[in-house]
């Protein structure tokens, strides 16, 4: 018996009779390791096997050189923060969710609402989510009981001193803005589906699309979508997560053809076939849920141009889906402002960073002074395939989409200093920006329709300000989803996307992305002999990584809560670099918020971090190697920090220690 899984069966899944693990890469961290293989010879085997298959890459060579590093490692655990009042604002609004839902359903129904049944009501009638906003608006602040309850939930934390008015009317905001989102979404939805041409309507494979996406909406799992909002405590799941619609022609009239056959058998009271059931069961398995990916990872893994390998079948992401929130007659102007697409900018000199859905500044508001790197991207609300493209029935080699490291911002706040002359500075922003950015295959971005969603990677810069040929997929392309053609059959010219022909439609040079607000801790070094910023690539790499390192265990934190990056930075005109460490959690853990009172100790621990019990050239998992440093691999060197007879490097080494406890 075979057994074929995800990871999440490292979630203490007990299934008996297992006894081997085969894993198709090293697992990340030694906890992840242990509750794979801890899966066979739960019941009392004579014997159980695990098998890792490592890759070519640093972390998977390191812990096939040693196969004990699971068994060495010590894990940390977690404790509970309450300093981030984005945290305890989720759990106030889960605690009034809680309290108004258990005075109109039953408290066994509570887990399997769905999303049609909370925001979306008939004929003007108020909706469940309208009325908990007038419950928080006029009743909940009369509940006595409920303030105390939440006096209590918020003692001791970053809202202790908040009133409770004032925490109602976060919720009520939070549940408003979540309502817009879904309402915007199901409304674009069906206006596609009223704009399809009537005649064979339920038919055509495009309104079966339509008409899933819409009963997949309608039913989505309401807390599950309060969760991916932010409005709910995650739990450590992720969230801002979007999919990548697999579903093609064929398999839609599949699943036709064995739904009608299926509802003839019972008409006719033909019990169905073993073989007939389990084709009927599978068809409906698929379209319970849709991949999905984080944003950071979906704009690179899913990319327009590359293939996705899912369960031996290899799809082909065609395009993005839209927001659809789009009314069929919109203008070209319309058009554009409501499809996400925004510009994002970044200072060449003090690396200040933001977004703005109109345009970018002429000058950085910072600094008043550095050049302005800009550029154009669109925040998917998802992908999808060509709906006409069937998925090959084999695995095809991967496609790799190039890694581009976010911009991020620590804010506009002046700089801290530690030491006599100042050799650190930092400045903490609780609502510093991260953008991700994917500029596609070749790195020149996408050519995107607006009407269809279909998009294809540039494959030439601009040369002259002017653009290249558009990719020659765009040319006389085809609606990337199907639909408003009398007969989808027809593969003539009246199947052409509108957005031919259309210049506002097809835009150029497009990136994908997404930002988020987080955390941000911005750090600086400087040369004890000259005062300069520190420059050396390798140098500031490797303290970023060490200081991620001894900060995540000061914190008692997963190493992967935190996130970091080497920035560049121009002072007096020379150009150094900037350490960013950042909370990875959207809308920040708080973590960052701690470091500043702890980071001359924590520079001092970085160094003895950086002294290898294994005594390694470089890296090593003994030292800085992880699972998400091994990309830095060429910048890492624990040499450069380490002292001994032979090196007494200036940074970090023992008199600019000393100096900075002055």
Known sequence: NLLSCSTTMEMGVDIGNLSGVAMNNAPPSPANFLQRVGRAGRRGETAAVSLTVCRHLPHDQAVFAEPDWPFRTPMHITPVKLDSARIVARHVRAVLLTRFLSRIVPDESITRLSCAWFFHAEDGALSTCDRLLGWLANEADDDETLELHLQRLVRETALHSVPFRTLLADSDEAFTSAQASYCAIRTGIVDQIDGLPKEDLETSPAWFALDRQRRRLDGEYLLG??????????????????????TTMRELNAIRRASEHAQRQRRAGTPETPEEQRGRIDARTRLMGFPSRDLPKAIREYAPGGNVVIERRTYFPGGVTLNWHLPPNATGDNLRDVQALRRAWRCKECGATGTDALDTPSRC?????????????????????????????????????????????????????????????FRHAMDGEVVHLSAGIHGHGHALCLRCGRAEPETAPRQGGLDGPPPAAMEGHRRLRGGRNSDWRDHTAGSLCEGNGNA??????????????????????????????????????????????????????????????????????????????????????????????????????????????????????????????????????????????????????????EALQL
């Open 504 to 657: 506002w439609a097809i835009q150029r040079y497009l990136r994908l992305g997404g930002s988020s607000r987080t955390d941000v801790l911005e750090i600086r070094l400087y040369e004890p002999e000259t005062g300069q910023l520190v420059a050396a690539r390798t140098l500031m790499t490797t303290v970023a990584v060490a200081l991620r390192k001894v900060a995540t265990r000061a914190l008692g934190v997963d190493e992967r809560e935190l996130g970091y990056q080497v920035a560049d930075r121009v002072e007096d005109g020379r150009r150094g670099l900037a350490v960013l460490l950042y909370d990875t959690a959207a809308g920040g853990a708080g973590f960052c918020a701690e470091l500043p009172p702890l980071l001359t100790r924590l520079l001092r621990e970085a160094v003895a971090a950086c002294a290898c019990p294994k005594g390694c050239d470089r890296a090593c998992h003994g030292c800085l190697l992880s699972n998400d440093t091994q990309h830095d691999l060429k910048h890492l060197d624990r040499s450069v920090l380490v002292s001994n007879e032979q090196q007494q490097p200036a940074i970090l080494g023992p008199a600019f220690l």
């Open 225 to 246: 979508m309060l969760t991916n909002e932010q409005v709910l405590p995650a739990y450590g799941f992720p969230t801002g997560v979007v999919p990548l619609v697999t």
């Open 365 to 425: 508001p910072s600094c008043s002074r550095g050049q302005l790197e800009r550029c154009r991207y669109l925040q998917p609300a998802g992908f999808a395939v060509d709906l006409r493209r069937d998925a090959l029935m084999d695995a095809q080699p991967a496609v790799f989409v190039p890694v581009q490291a976010p911009w991020i911002s620590s804010g506009t706040g002046p700089l801290s200093s530690i030491g006599r002359p100042p050799l650190v500075r």
